[in-house]
């Protein structure tokens, strides 16, 4: 599985970005596809993230309300819409892959990703 991620830049506070995974390979819908972030002396932080089969979704408290993340098996493509985007927002942003089943499928932690995009960077100005 290969990820590709786009879609980031500066935006003030306020603002909205949509970011893009593109995923290609052997993916299936018993993957999971999730955003990831980590801000310069922080450690990687999950955003959110959606099962391939498009069953079910998880977001950090902290960007409840405010992002939303998607995907279209067409395009094999997932996005995430980050809306009211804030200073602390800022970060690289990475998407990751991971073959799983049942309910913790969308797990937080980072280790247990098997596959890993470039990240994309996002900077938000006060």
């Known amino acids: 599985v290969q990820l590709q991620a786009s879609g980031g830049g ?4 306020g603002g909205s970005l949509r ?17 990831f972030r980590q801000a310069p002396g922080k450690e990687r932080q999950f955003v959110a993230g959606i099962r391939w089969s498009g ?14 993340i998607s995907r279209d098996n067409a ?18 942003y990475y998407c990751a892959a991971r073959s799983c089943s049942g309910l913790l499928c969308l797990t937080t932690n980072p280790d247990a990703m098997q596959y890993w995009g470039k990240g994309t960077q996002v900077t938000v100005s006060s």
């Open 75 to 92: 395009d094999n493509t997932v996005y995430l819409q980050m809306n009211s985007l804030k200073p602390e927002d800022t970060a690289v």
């Open 10 to 13: 500066l935006e003030q506070a």
């Open 19 to 35: 970011l893009s995974c593109a995923a290609s390979g052997r993916i299936s819908s018993s993957y999971a596809i999730s955003w």
């Open 55 to 68: 069953s079910g979704t998880s977001y950090v408290d902290s960007v409840k309300g405010r992002f939303t």
